[in-house]
Nanobody
Framework: QVQLVESGGGLVQPGGSLRLSCVASGSIFSIGNMAWYRQAPGKERELVAR???????NYANSVKGRFTISRDNAKNTVYLHMNSLKPEDTSVYYCNADVVTRHAYSGRYWGQGTQVTVSS
């Protein structure tokens, strides 16, 4: 079994910053891509940022220059540093990871989500 647990969400004023963390644990042999998605009420889930095991990144146009994704492979952790937050960034943020388990099973795992609310 593999579990992903996000943390770091909360309420922040427009222009503020937050750092989200997502830790993967369990029967992990290796982790490939890791990513952050978000979903606002009534909207589809959308990709925010993705990072490969080698550190290559890509971002949604709406967050380029404001958000930074990073990872610590030794800790099986991915981060999302969010700056200059806007009310339209308000969403539930989910992390996912492409994992190969010690039983040689490959799959994409999701966290339970963390709420980010940007409001004055």
């Amino acid at each position: 079994q593999v579990q992903l647990v996000e943390s770091g969400g909360g309420l922040v004023q427009p222009g503020g910053s937050l750092r989200l963390s997502c830790v993967a644990s369990g029967s992990i042999f290796s982790i490939g891509n890791m990513a952050w998605y978000r979903q606002a009420p009534g909207k589809e889930r959308e990709l925010v940022a993705r990072i490969t095991s080698g550190g290559s990144t890509n971002y949604a146009n709406s967050v380029k220059g404001r958000f930074t994704i990073s990872r610590d492979n030794a800790k099986n952790t991915v981060y999302l540093h969010m700056n200059s937050l806007k009310p339209e960034d308000t969403s539930v943020y989910y992390c996912n990871a492409d994992v190969v388990t010690r039983h040689a099973y490959s799959g994409r795992y999701w966290g339970q989500g963390t709420q980010v609310t940007v409001s004055s």
